[in-house]
């Protein structure tokens, strides 16, 4: 029987990305292959945060938690991709569209999900890392990106920025995603401005900057976290 860590199944309002504003049953899994500094649900990185449920028991939640005006379930985490083969049996038994948030590492894993309807994939930073970066991080998120795009899923990227991230650092990422992506298909970034806003009080003109560099090479919206100015989770 398919089990998998889960942190909390809950319904609330989207705050983050292209379908931000959306209502949405989030599926938070617990456990992540990365370890990046400024992650916000530090308490789903660890496999050992959640308790282990079954497709049944997911399924079920969320057929209680359904709403009228429900968007999607948003499989989240941790990196839900550790679970491919569960999420895939619970989209199997839902009627409702799928959105999976994910940092995108995993192509092999991504590759085992058919029928998602939208994704929103983390491009990282080096920055974002104290010291474990690596090219690897980049490929695997490219490899990622074009496996949705020959499948025809919706996908746009997310970039989190911090008030110090390097500019010709993130042209360079940009131009390597340009070059590398399907060229037939439009790509989104969601520029995200990592949270307290506070942060960003003397530093807003690096935003305008930021979106400038990515818009010379894609379709680019700077879009802050929703849910913590609304104080919902
Ligand atoms: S990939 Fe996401 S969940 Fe994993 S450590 Fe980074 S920010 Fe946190």
Same mark, same amino acid.
């Given at each position: 029987m398919l089990e998998a860590p889960i942190v909390e199944i809950f319904s609330s309002i989207q705050g983050e990305g292209l379908l931000v504003g959306r209502r949405q049953i989030f599926? !938070?899994? *617990?456990?992540?292959?990365? =370890?990046? &500094? @400024?992650?916000?649900? *530090?308490? #789903? +990185?660890?496999?050992? #945060?959640?308790?282990?449920?079954?497709v049944d028991y997911v399924v079920c939640k969320i057929n209680e938690l359904k709403t009228d005006d429900l968007h999607s379930v948003s499989f989240t985490g941790g990196e839900p991709l550790l679970y491919a083969d569960f999420i895939n049996e619970v989209i199997s038994q839902i009627e409702i569209p799928s959105f999976?948030?994910?940092?995108?590492?995993? /192509?092999?894993?991504?590759n085992k999900l058919d029928n998602l309807d939208y994704v929103s994939l983390d491009i990282k930073l080096e920055e974002h890392f104290n010291n474990n @970066?690596?090219?690897k991080i980049l490929l695997n998120e490219i490899k990622s990106v074009n496996i949705l795009m020959d499948k025809s899923i919706k996908v @746009?990227? $997310?970039?989190?920025?911090? /008030?110090?991230?390097?500019?010709? !650092?993130?042209? &360079?990422?940009?131009?390597?995603? +340009?070059?590398?992506i399907n060229k037939n298909? =439009?790509?989104?970034?969601?520029?995200? /401005?990592?949270? /307290?806003?506070?942060?960003?009080? =003397? =530093? $807003? +003109?690096?935003?305008?900057?930021?979106?400038?560099?990515?818009? +010379? @090479?894609m379709d680019v919206l700077t879009i802050p976290q929703l849910h913590k100015f609304m104080n919902i989770e």
């Open positions: 599926v !938070r899994f *617990a456990g992540c292959n990365l =370890d990046c &500094n @400024y992650c916000d649900t *530090a308490i #789903s +990185k660890s496999s050992e #945060s959640g308790t282990l449920k079954t999976l948030e994910t940092n995108g590492t995993l /192509p092999d894993e991504i @970066y690596s090219k @746009y990227c $997310k970039l989190v920025v911090l /008030p110090d991230s390097n500019l010709s !650092r993130i042209e &360079n990422l940009v131009k390597t995603l +340009k070059n590398d298909q =439009d790509l989104s970034v969601v520029i995200q /401005p990592v949270s /307290p806003i506070e942060l960003w009080k =003397d =530093d $807003k +003109k690096i935003l305008f900057e930021i979106s400038e560099i990515i818009g +010379k @090479y």
